[in-house]
Each structure stands twice: as C-alpha cells, then as structure tokens.
C-alpha cells in the first residue's frame, strides 16, 4: 500500500510481503511470506447451484457457504485424479477467494469512494495523503508478490496457466513457483533430504539435494487420507450390520444408546434432499473425527496381518465412537485395519469400486524406488533426513510404523525420521517453507518480474521455476 | 514521550449497527459512554457525509407529510450565508436515506466508514496526545488493518495505535485464556476459538450471514404474528421459561405516549433481569408492533426501546427457522477445525455467547441446548467400558531420536502467547482481573503436541461472566468486547507503555509504515 503523495517525514516506502499460496486438495493455504502459519485456509471445496429456470448458477465459495444443506447444491473440487488441477476457471476463483476474503480484501474498493481522497464532514480538514490511485484498486494482487507451490509431477502447462493467472488476472508484479517438497525441507531447516507427505488425495516422496528437486525421484501414489477415508466407508458397509454413517446435518436430535444398538435419533426431513456430492463432503467431515480420535496405524515390527499381530491388537483396549445420531461403538482391531493398506497394499479392503491398491503404491515401496534414483552417495545423508508432512501423517502411530519400514529396507544407514511435533507445523509445511523463502531479502533475484513475464511470455517459468 | 494517563485513552468498537466509543478509562470499568449508531448520510456534496439527515428547508412550506410527530426531534440550523437565507435542518430522528458503511462486519463503504469514525471521534472532544485503541471485527483483513492505522494516524495524528480483535477483546473481558467466543451481531455470527489468548485463525467462522439477531427476531416476531400473540403461549413450567427481547426502534414515540403508568413498568421490571431501558408488558406488544412498521413513520425509527416477550425454549428452537442449527453447526466446525485435537475439550467447555444480537434473553440457553442435544458426546455404555482410556493424556508423536521439541516460530509472527498478556493475569497486575482466572501457566505446555484423543465435546459449558465490574452487572456482558478493551488500553497504555509493542508509536510509523502494524497490535 504504497502512500503516494505522503508528506516526507511520514511514511513513503512500499515495502509490501508477498503473498504465499499453498494449493492443495482438501485446503489451499495461503498468507503473509514471513508469518509463521497461513492466515488464510479455505476449503478447496466449492459449492455450485444449477442454474434454474428463473435464475443464475452460481459458484460459493469458503466453508459458510458449502456446508449449508441446500437442495440444489452441488459440491465440487477444482482438482483431477491425476494431482494436477482440472477446472482452472475455479480454481482461479477458489484462490482468489482465499486471498481476498481473509488477507487483502473482500472487494477492491472504489477508489471513488473509498474515502482516503476526500476530507469528511467532521473538522473539515481533507486527508493530506492520496493512497490508492485508480488503476491501483482492481485486481486483487496489485501489489503483492506471489510465491505459489506446485506438487513435483506438475505439467509445463500448469505452471504456465499459474504464471498466467498471476500476472494477468491479479496483476501480480512478480511470481515465482516452487515445489512443495523442496519447501518442506526448507521449513524443517533442511537444504537435503527425503520429503514424504502425505496428504488428502496423494501421497509424495521427493529426494531434495541442495534445495533441488531430483525430478525422477519424485514418487506419487493416492494412497493418503482419501484413501483411509474410503477404507472406513468399506468397513462401515462391511460390517455385520452395517454401520450407518449419518453427518450431522441428516441428525434433528440424537437419544443415548447402548453400544452397537440401531441409533433412535430424530431424522430431519427434506422436502429436497440435499445432493450426493453434498452429503459426501459432510460425511467426510465425520470421517475426519474417526480418523482424529480412533484410528491407529499399526506399528510393527511385524505388519498387521502377520503372525500375532491381529491378536495382540484385538487385546488393546478399543477405542470407541459415536456418530453424529447417538449410535455408537468400540472399535479394537478393526481400527488399525483401515490404514494398513498405506503399507500393505494386501491387507487393504477392497470391493467393486475399490480395487487392490498397487503394491508398488504403499509408502514404503514409494520411498525406496525414490532412494533409488539417487546416487548410492548421497543415499546416507538423505536418510538421516526424512521430513514427514502432510495432514494425513498425523495418523496415530504413522511415525513409528514408518520407522520401521524404513529401518527394515535400509537396515545399515542411519535412518533419521524429521517430523514437526507441533501440528500446524505438519499440517502447513509447505506453506510455511514457502513464508520463509519469499521473505528472504534474495527473493527478488529469484521472482519472475512482471517485465519479464511480458517480454518472454508464460514459457519462462519453465526456465526461471526449476 | 510522556506516558498515557488514563483519562486520555480512546477507545473505539465499531459494529455494524451500532458503534461505540469512550474517551478515558475511569476508575472502575463502565459500558461505553458514546453510543452512535453506525451510519451516516449523504451531504449535498459528493463523497462527504453528514451524521444526521439533512434538508434543505423549504421555509414557506409545512413539513412534508411523512414527517408527522417527528418534529421536536428536529433541530434546525442555519449554515448558509445571510443573504441568501437557506435553511438547513437538521434532523435527527429519520434515517431515511442512511447509508451504513458496515455490513456483516465488512466494511463496504470506506468513505461513509471513515466519516463516521470521524464523526464519533470529534464526538468525544478528545484532547491533544490521545492513543487510539480500536476494536476490529473478524472480518476484517490485515490488508484492512494497514488500511485503518493509515487512516487513524494520518487523520487524527494520534500519538499511539493499537488494534485489537472483537473475540479476543471479549476474553480478556472474562479473564479467560481459552474460549469459543461466539458473537451474534445484526446480520451475522462470528465464531473463534481462543488458546491461551491466540485466536485460531484458520477455523475460525467469519461474518456467517444470515444469522444475526435481525434472523432470530423476525423468525420469532413472524412466530408470533402467524399465531397472534397471546399469554395462552407461554409455557406454564417456570423452569421453560424463556424471555425474548428485542429493540424496538420504532415505537419509541409511541410508547411514551402509551403511558404505560408506574405500575405496568414495576411488573415488567420484575420479569427482568436484563435489559436497562424502558420496558413494556408483553401484552402491548402486537399494537406496538403494528405501528411500527408501517412506513408511515420513518421519522420514529431511531432511539429505540427494549421489548420482551416470553417464550419457551422449544419454541424458539421452533422460531430461530434453523438459525439455531445453524450457528450450532458453526461452533462445531470452528472447534473441530481447531488442529491441536487436545485442546477442543476445554474449547467446549469455554462457550462465551455475546453480542446485542444474543441478547433476546433465552437465546444463549437455547444455542447450549441446542449444542448439548446435537453434539455431546454421550458417556454411553462403550465410553463406560472402555473408560481406562486415558483420552486426554498427550502421547508425543514423534519418533527416533528427534522428539519434537515445541518450537517457537522460525521468524516471528503473531502466534505466540503475548507477554502482555501474561502479565495482565500474572501477579504482576492483579487488580486487572478478577480473581482466580489464572490458569494459564497450567495450559501452555500443551501448546504443539498431537496425540491420539476421544472425541469431543463430552460437556459444553458457558464461561460465567465476570464479577469484578459492578457496572456490568445491568446492563450484561453482551458487549463485554468493550469492557475487555479497557483492560487491555490500561495494560498497554498505561502498564507496559509501549516495552511490549502493544501500540505502535507515531514514530514507529514514521519509520516503518502501516503494514508494521501487525508486529504491534495484540
Ligand atoms: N489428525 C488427523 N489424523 C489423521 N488424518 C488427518 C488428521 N487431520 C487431517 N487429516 C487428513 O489429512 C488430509 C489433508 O491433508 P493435507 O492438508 O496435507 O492435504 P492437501 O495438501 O490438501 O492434499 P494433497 O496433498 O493431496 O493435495 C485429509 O485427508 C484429512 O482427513
Ligand atoms: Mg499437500
């Protein structure tokens, strides 16, 4: 916010922080380069209304507005299977949102009337100071740098659609990408080592040299959150009777009721039931609690479905659970099932829409075929630097049990799992890498300026961003 | 620079519909002196404002029909030249044509919004050398914040500013270092879960539409009307029993020609435990309301009367149209998207409901009720059975050889606990707080572990309102944001004097600009 015509003894500078902007699948994160967490983090979910007869479709953005039931609501996600975002028109939206709505402001005001030109009635004198002029109030990065992220598999024509976006629809005055591997390690004080997150629809593993990604290093498989999360579903479904998983917004009041026994809760009727898309993001949002609160991934040695394992687990006090209309239960061995599959790709369930996953998916197997595109060099100093991200490694015990798979491939090097004791810092690594970068006073040698987007077009991202 | 006295300090809370300022702190903390309602009007010239209506008089001519009964409300006065002989009025009732430069808590019009501030600050008469606390709602961005201290630095060439947000404001009022403070105001509600005196940003619920009071009122006055209010409709239980009360605007005039008589007011009052300003009995309440809205009287529709109705709790669940469920849906996503699992409990257990729009009275009970009924955790026969569990033991997550150390942030930034803070409701300052509200040295360690945890809540509870400020007492703590800013301007104006960057000085401004403001304000 630069002050223009500022008297000089008062402020005149324009020093103004870039904007760091974390996309991912379930939340893009995004906020201030030198702050410790993201201000802002909105649901990449959005909310779409089919147009009726007699008015618009309309697009809703941030979590007001998609967890309201509403018959027409459908709700969607700007992502593609592949990790790689699809719908560009919304996620430019969904970004934008997530900038304006919690970081810069709600609508660009109109400098007509923002009031900064004009003296007001009370003691009459006018503003000595004229802070935004006209062209300055439209879009909504005119005057921030932005840092965004971007997974390790992003497509030439992604990162040209970002540099894109930036400049041209926001008026960034200058951009730079970076991965969020390399930015993870960053945020754990590490220029080196092996960076594995585990997020909503993927996983990641990225081998870091230098602050350098080793590209062919780079491993992906979608068994993450999404993945546990459709292991419940299956567990609930095939249970002996089936588990009914109601979210809340299905629920008018719940009765106490013995473990197991049918829920006797007051349904709440629709005269249009809300959309399919609608109820599985609620229930998502139950799922999430479940995973919070009981499930646990097995720690070892051996893996679950070897020797006494299941036994031992079975004899663990369970942990219990109740939904959202009173039905309830304590779940024991099944609870570390449903994340086994992150492991063994054997032991997960299945059915017609959930086929085996690959084995060549599990974490284990990605971190080894990422270790092996590293020179045998480096290979020691990398494992002592294992950095674990994401939400979904926030699993109970997922620390332990990847340990132990690592220790059981890489038995001779001295394996060294990094991972944030603070959840924030898990949950916002990428981000907060990021933060720091750009609030490095070297930031600006690296930025794509917006002189030079104009000179050489969007295809310099693929020179300047490696 | 010579250090702040009390009597100096301004305090400024804009809302959406009303905001309100006071200039001083007295010795024992009072509801806001300087009460204005947040709009302002269009003055014959472009782009600046007038705080009230204002006319050109036509002088040979009677006032226009609308503006019956509106009359001694008026004041008029001349501010042309001599010869020419226009008069301007002046009027102060009618809002007809005010514009309202906050909506939802956002501010939509910053010309409008800077003249009011103006207008409220010239209101005060404030001597030279006064620091400026201003409260600023949720919804505002830091973007917006840079915005403001430009604006209060370069306008009123305030010595020292400080910001300080609605929810958090709110706490310091209670004494309390964790809570889910939940505000209903005029449009909207917003949510926000406190830790040890940091909001929680990323869940928090921001200007939630909709579900202000304005909702509930219409949803319970439209109750009323389809069922023709009567006193068949309240419940017979006592115990049910649930007030309504809202601000009639409209009917002010009316009423005080009503005369309700001594006695009419002695029974109203005694229904009451809330609620300082005139009462009427219930029964009045259909005439009065009919009069109101017809558009017949715009020129009534400020000052504004305290009206009560009672009814029972199921009732207004039934009459909130879903604004119950709602706001009830919203707490919950703000304390489940809280991330440290191990401090949703006591979240749960730290409910402050406040603002003007909750003050029909039963409405709190009603939001618990409604909380309790959906989202409790019931200790059912596993939770019994399993109950060895320790589910809010921490376990460290970490492994190997690098147990992770809670760490502060790697450069800076505003989620640490505030040592102002701390000193507030440390021995250090104890007249600042009430006594026993200091359990904060207990509850930080736990500030960046994760561990596997049941689920929650398993009690909800409403944190009891302070008992330290008899001035309170009447008129409730609805707008107990205000109170906690005298605590807050006293600790960094006049305690700290600036050692803990509670306020940016007029050279720290000077020097760094506006977008510093964020290593200042609490
Ligand atoms: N405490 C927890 N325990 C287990 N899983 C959790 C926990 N908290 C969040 N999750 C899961 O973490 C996932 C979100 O993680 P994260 O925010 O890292 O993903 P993302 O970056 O948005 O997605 P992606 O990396 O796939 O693009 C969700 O699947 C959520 O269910
Ligand atoms: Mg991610």
Redesign the interface.
């Known amino acids: 916010?630069a002050?223009t015509n500022?008297p000089a003894?008062?402020?005149?500078?324009d020093?103004?922080?870039a904007i760091v902007l974390d996309p991912g699948f379930s939340t893009i994160r995004a906020g201030?380069a030198?702050?410790?967490?993201?201000?802002s983090?909105c649901p990449s979910f959005f909310g779409y209304t089919d147009a009726e007869s007699d008015s618009k479709s309309q697009f809703l953005f941030g979590?007001?507005a998609i967890?309201?039931p509403q018959a027409n609501l459908q709700i969607k996600n700007y992502w593609g299977s592949d990790g790689i975002v699809e719908d560009w028109d919304a996620a430019t939206k969904v970004w934008e949102y997530a900038i304006?709505?919690?970081?810069?402001?709600?609508?660009p005001?109109n400098p007509?009337?923002?009031?900064?030109?004009?003296?007001?009635?009370?003691?009459g004198d006018t503003?000595?100071?004229d802070?935004e002029n006209v062209e300055q109030a439209e879009k909504p990065l005119e005057d921030s740098p932005l840092l965004m992220t971007e997974p390790g598999w992003n497509s030439s024509k992604a990162r040209e659609k970002c540099i894109e976006i930036a400049m041209e629809e926001w008026g960034a005055p200058a951009f730079y990408l970076q991965k969020t591997g390399v930015l993870a390690a960053f945020?754990s004080?590490k220029a080196s080592g092996i960076i594995i997150d585990i997020g909503a629809s993927h996983t990641s593993v990225t081998p870091v040299l230098d602050g350098m990604v080793l590209r062919k290093g780079v491993q992906k498989s979608p068994l993450a959150g999404n993945f546990v999360s459709n292991q419940i579903r299956m567990l609930f479904k095939q249970s002996q009777p089936e588990i009914p998983l109601t979210p809340?917004?299905t629920?008018k009041?719940?009765v106490?009721?013995?473990?197991?026994a049918p829920s006797q809760a007051t349904y709440k009727t629709f005269d249009l039931p809300p959309t399919d898309s609608f109820r599985r993001l609620e229930e998502e949002?139950v799922l999430?609690?479940f995973k919070?609160?009981v499930v646990?991934v097995w720690p070892g040695p051996q893996r679950f479905n070897m020797g006494p394992s299941e036994e031992i687990a079975k004899n663990q006090?369970?942990?219990?659970?109740?939904m959202?209309d009173?039905w309830?239960?304590?779940f024991t061995a099944d609870r570390f099932r449903v994340a086994e599959g992150l492991f063994d790709a054997s032991a997960a369930l299945v059915d017609s829409d959930n086929p085996r996953p690959k084995d060549e998916h599990t974490i284990s197997r990605l971190v080894q075929a990422a270790v092996q595109q590293v020179d045998a060099d480096h290979r020691p100093m990398l494992l002592g630097n294992v950095v674990v991200t994401g939400g979904s490694s926030?699993l109970?015990?997922l620390?332990?049990r990847?340990?132990q798979e690592i220790n059981t491939i890489y038995p001779s090097t001295r394996?060294?799992?990094?991972?944030?004791?603070?959840?924030?810092?898990?949950?916002y690594a990428a981000w907060?890498g990021g933060?720091?970068l750009a609030?490095l006073g070297s930031f600006h040698q690296l930025w794509i300026s917006k002189k030079e987007y104009e000179e050489h077009g969007a295809s310099i991202v693929e020179k300047r961003c490696r | 620079m010579p250090p702040f006295k009390d009597e100096q300090i301004i305090i400024i809370a804009p809302g959406s519909e009303t905001t309100v300022a006071q200039l001083g702190l007295p010795e024992s903390f009072t509801p806001a002196k300087t009460r204005v309602r947040s709009r302002m009007f269009p003055a014959e010239k472009e782009g600046e404002w007038e705080p009230y209506k204002v006319r050109r008089k036509q002088s040979a001519e009677k006032p226009t029909g609308d503006q019956n009964g509106a009359a001694d409300g008026e004041e008029s006065k001349n501010v042309s030249s001599e010869q020419e002989e226009i008069i301007y009025e002046e009027d102060r009732i009618s809002e007809e044509g005010a514009v309202w430069p906050i909506r939802e808590g956002r501010i939509v019009n910053w010309s409008c919004f800077f003249a009011l501030i103006t207008h409220v600050y010239n209101t005060m008469n404030p001597p030279f050398h006064t620091p400026i606390l201003l409260i600023t709602q949720p919804a505002w961005t830091p973007r917006e914040h840079e915005k403001l201290t430009q604006f209060f630095f370069e306008k009123f060439k305030t010595p020292a500013f400080s910001l300080m947000d609605s929810a958090l404001a709110t706490s310091w009022a209670f004494g309390v270092h964790t809570a889910t403070v939940v505000d209903v105001g005029k449009d909207k509600v917003d949510i926000t879960a406190i830790s040890e005196f940091v909001p929680h940003v990323q869940g928090r619920v921001i200007s939630l539409p909709g579900c202000g009071g304005e909702a509930l009122t219409q949803g319970l006055l439209s109750l009323l009307k389809a069922k023709g209010f009567n006193r068949d409709m309240l419940p017979n239980s006592k115990k049910q029993k649930a007030t309504f009360i809202y601000e009639d605007h409209a009917l002010l005039d009316n009423l005080k020609n009503m005369n309700l008589g001594e006695k009419g007011l002695a029974e109203a009052h005694a229904a009451l435990d809330e609620g300082p300003s005139k009462k009427a009995q219930d029964g009045t309440e259909e005439e009065v309301r009919e009069g109101g809205e017809g558009s017949g009287a715009p020129g009534a529709k400020s000052g504004g009367i305290r009206r009560e109705i009672e009814v029972g709790v199921e009732r207004f669940q039934a009459a909130s149209n879903g604004t119950l469920e709602k706001i009830a849906d919203a707490v919950h996503r703000c304390v489940s998207s809280v991330d440290e699992v191990n401090k949703r409990s006591e979240l749960w257990d730290s409910l402050i409901v406040c603002g003007n729009g909750s003050r029909l009275r039963g409405f709190k009970d009603a939001l618990q009720a409604t909380l309790q009924a959906k989202y409790v955790i019931s200790p059912s026969s596993a939770t019994i059975f399993t109950s060895e569990i320790p589910s809010n033991i921490s376990t460290p997550a970490g492994t190997g050889a690098n147990t992770p150390q809670p760490q502060s942030a790697p450069h800076g930034g505003s989620s640490q606990v505030n040592p102002l803070l701390l000193a507030a409701t440390t021995a250090q300052n104890p007249h600042l707080m009430h006594p026993g509200a200091n359990p904060i040295l207990q509850g930080m360690n736990s500030h960046n572990q994760h561990s596997s945890h049941g689920q929650t809540p398993t009690s909800i509870k409403l944190v009891k309102p302070p008992e330290y400020f008899p001035e309170w007492k009447e008129p409730g703590y609805d707008e107990a944001a205000f109170l906690g800013a005298q605590v807050a301007a006293k600790v960094i104006f006049v305690v700290d004097q600036g050692q803990n960057k509670g306020y940016m000085t007029r050279p720290d401004y000077n020097d760094q600009g506006p977008t510093a403001i964020h290593d200042y304000s609490l």
């Open positions: 916010m002050s500022a003894a008062e402020y005149a500078g020093e103004v922080s201030f030198g702050e410790d967490v993201p201000k983090v979590e007001n967890h309201t304006t709505s919690r970081l810069t402001s709600t609508k005001s007509l009337q923002n009031g900064l030109n004009e003296g007001s009635n009370g003691n503003m000595d100071v802070i945020a004080g809340h917004y629920v009041s719940k106490q009721v013995d473990a197991g949002r999430t609690e919070e609160s646990e006090p369970g942990r219990p659970f109740e959202p009173g309830n239960q304590v926030l109970y015990k620390n332990e990847l340990t394996n060294k799992l990094i991972a944030p004791g603070s959840v924030v810092e898990r949950k907060i933060s720091i609030s």
